[in-house]
């Protein structure tokens, strides 16, 4: 080769690298822990007075629509998941047909080291449908990958 080709062929491969240390990184989104995170803000603002009904899918907002007034407070207590624990340490979510499902591994408010896996269906958004919630011995038995309900009932 001549000089002026590898000059050429030089700057043109230092100018590949360069613009390629400058490119921006694109992350995916996460719908899932987007809708987990607006549940927990609309908790954190209105507490058990939130409407949970936008959170909800039909199947799962039964259970809040057919409790009296009586109970209405301990059953918006028992589905209010984003209040189940106190540390969170990972999360992950991955597509499914209708909908996403999400996995958040934690310490819960009692001290125990869990999983919640939170099956979300597109309704106009995404909305639980779902969850189970399973206790382990150690941290090392955490999910590492998320998991539907369904999945994580054993």
């Known amino acids: 080769m001549k000089p002026r080709i590898l000059l050429d062929f ?3 491969a230092s100018i590949s690298l360069a613009t390629g240390g400058c490119t921006t990184k694109t992350t995916t989104p996460e719908p899932a822990w987007q809708s ?11 507490g058990l007075d939130l409407d949970f ?8 907002y039964a259970d809040i629509a057919e ?3 009586d109970d209405l407070p301990y ?3 028992m589905l209010a998941y984003p209040w189940y624990f106190e540390e969170t340490f990972s999360h992950s979510e991955k597509p499914m047909p209708k909908g996403m499902c999400l ?3 934690g310490r819960t408010n009692r001290g125990d080291i869990g ?8 309704r106009n958004g995404l909305k639980m449908n779902d969850a189970n919630l399973l206790f382990v011995d ?3 038995k955490l999910l590492s990958k998320a998991q539907c309900p369904e999945e994580s009932r054993f």
């Open 10 to 12: 030089a700057l043109i």
């Open 36 to 46: 987990y995170l607006e549940f927990e803000q609309g908790l954190e603002k209105e």
């Open 53 to 60: 009904e936008p959170y909800f899918t039909a199947s799962a």
């Open 67 to 69: 409790a009296d007034a």
């Open 75 to 77: 059953v918006k207590e």
């Open 103 to 105: 996995t958040i591994n």
């Open 115 to 122: 999983a919640l896996s939170i099956e979300f269906l597109e």
């Open 138 to 140: 150690s941290m090392d």
